[in-house]
């Protein structure tokens, strides 16, 4: 199970952290991505993290701006959200895969129930 939390109302250059706490999986075997999808639009790519959070990767929309870790002690990833732009208002989802590559949806295996996130001007 993959829950996702806090999503919330920011301003925008407003900064929000997002968590998923992941249970009934052995974390630290998956890779850990997170995913956005706005009204109308289909599900993108945000970032994607190692099994061991030793590398990283983000979506150039996102990136210089947003931060993905993970803790494997606690089986959580984190998407640490800064200057927030309105673009950037969409349900964001948690996902895991085996696979050593993450940057395509198909990839995941399991999700999150998504968190929203809405950034006003």
């Known amino acids: 199970q993959l829950q996702a939390s806090g999503g919330g109302l920011a301003q925008a250059g407003d900064s929000l952290r997002l968590s998923c706490a992941v249970s009934?999986?052995?974390?630290?075997?998956?890779?850990m991505g997170w995913f956005r999808q706005a009204p109308g639009k289909e599900r993108a790519f945000v970032a994607t993290i190692r099994r061991d959070g030793s590398g990283t990767y983000y979506s150039d929309s996102v990136k210089g701006r947003f931060l993905i870790s993970r803790d494997n002690a606690k089986s959580t990833v984190y998407l640490q959200m800064n200057s927030l732009k309105p673009e950037d208002t969409a349900v964001y989802y948690c996902?895991?895969?085996?696979?050593?590559?993450?940057?395509?949806?198909?990839?995941?295996?399991?999700w999150g129930q998504g968190t929203q996130v809405t950034v006003s001007s």
């Open positions: 009934g999986r052995r974390f630290r075997d998956y890779r």
């Open positions: 996902a895991m895969t085996a696979s050593v590559d993450g940057t395509q949806a198909t990839q995941y295996t399991y």
